[in-house]
């Protein structure tokens, strides 16, 4: 008697050849796809998501302390870090990715990274001032990475190119995987080919893997690699916080998280869990923990040593979920890549979200670049951005 599993595989055995190859170059795995899929049968959904999804033991919130703050603005101490952080720039210790993967759905089609924020600009545009910026004042190329997609990466690669981007910019694609039935079988869209779909920035770590760039830049001298969102232009470099991430290394630190005073949001917040401090979603949380004891939240972008992430055997949990494609429910596994707290030593940076010093300037869609537009406009003019 066939059974989903079965089904499954004999789908798989069927998939066309060039849709393999496909899923091969963005590092899909059929044992773990299996694996994965046979859990979807194990119960009522609801219970086996939030059994798999909460996290085990005791949670409780940060300790008063556990939450640095960088110096004042203009005092000895910040610009003694500075100074440790801009030496670090000037020896090619740091390199800087930034996740512009995704579906390119969010902005009404259009790869989020060549949305115009402002006068014909580009995040993408934006980002390559940043880096100019940066290397200037470092003296040297700063290398910069761009996590793409099947979605984003033609468009992206393109534009590069047209920038007259140099060879230390570089574009490395996410993982690929199908999509599936609520049973367990492979979804179907509506024209009956597979749906394919980017598996989420939690993907960063492998694929960075996968293209070789973390191996040739430890190798090369590399230690640190900043982590952040391609539209969270507020997320720029900034040597006092590399100092002060570059000095909590000493400690055994191998992250350092950014985290911002709440307001009003939901999201990531570090908290303790099964022997460490770390990032946890909200629906990842216990029943009994209350969110709003935690007022900061993590903004999704991280300073990381680069060996560790380079070498270290890294476990990721794949979380499920359901979405709706083509009218009907389909499920995707997705990983996070705030877990990378789950895994090393981590260190927790509060930083502003408000004024030319805001670090936190994200924008999901057209709406909400509309308004921020005239905070982003500043805060990139102030980094030399523009």
């Known amino acids: 008697m066939a059974t989903p599993h079965t089904d499954l595989e004999a789908q798989l055995a069927s998939l ?72 670090a720039l000037a020896r090619g210790e740091l390199a800087f990715c930034t996740m512009a993967g995704g579906m390119a759905t969010r902005m009404g089609g259009i790869v989020k990274a060549l949305a115009e924020v402002d006068a014909g600009r580009t ?35 393109e534009a590069l190119a047209a920038a007259g981007a140099g060879p230390h910019v570089a574009c490395f694609m996410q993982d690929l995987s199908l999509r599936l039935n609520p049973d367990g079988t492979l979804f179907l869209d509506d024209r009956g080919a597979p749906s394919v779909y980017a598996t989420g920035h939690g993907d960063l770590v492998d694929a960075l893997r996968r293209a070789g760039l973390l191996d040739a830049f430890v190798d090369a001298g590399g230690k640190y690699v900043w982590i952040t969102n391609v539209d969270n232009l507020g997320a720029s470099i900034d040597e006092a916080t590399l100092g002060h991430f570059i000095e909590a290394t000493a400690r055994g630190i191998d992250v350092q998280c950014e985290v911002c005073p709440k307001a009003g949001d939901k999201g990531g917040i570090p908290v303790h869990a099964e022997g460490r401090l770390q990032v946890l979603e909200e629906f990842r949380l216990p029943p009994g923990f209350d969110p709003k004891t935690v007022d900061v939240f993590n903004t999704n972008t991280f300073l990381v040593r680069a060996e560790p992430i380079a070498r270290a055997p890294l476990g990721w949990t794949y979380f499920e979920v359901e979405k709706t494609v083509d009218g009907r429910p389909a499920i995707q596994f997705e990983r996070l890549v705030q877990e990378i707290t789950a895994h090393l030593p981590t260190t ?39």
């Open 16 to 87: 066309d050849p060039a849709l393999v190859r496909r899923l091969a170059s963005g590092g899909f795995d059929r044992a773990r796809f299996l694996a994965l899929a046979a859990t979807l049968t194990e119960g009522d959904a609801a219970l086996r998501r939030r059994l798999r999804n909460t996290v085990k033991g005791e949670v409780t919130a940060p300790r008063p302390g556990e939450i640095a703050a960088l110096p004042d603005a203009g005092s000895p101490e910040r610009e003694r870090l500075r100074v440790v952080g801009a030496a």
């Open 123 to 157: 995040f993408l545009d934006l980002r390559l001032g940043e880096n100019r910026s940066a290397s200037a004042r470092a003296g040297r190329p700063i290398p910069l990475w761009l996590m793409t997609s099947e979605a984003t990466h033609d468009a992206l690669t």
């Open 348 to 386: 927790y940076l509060r930083v502003p979200r408000e004024g030319v010093e805001s670090r936190f300037l994200p924008v999901k869609d057209h709406e909400e670049l509309a308004r921020r537009r005239a905070a982003i406009v500043a805060v990139a003019r102030a980094r030399g951005m523009i």
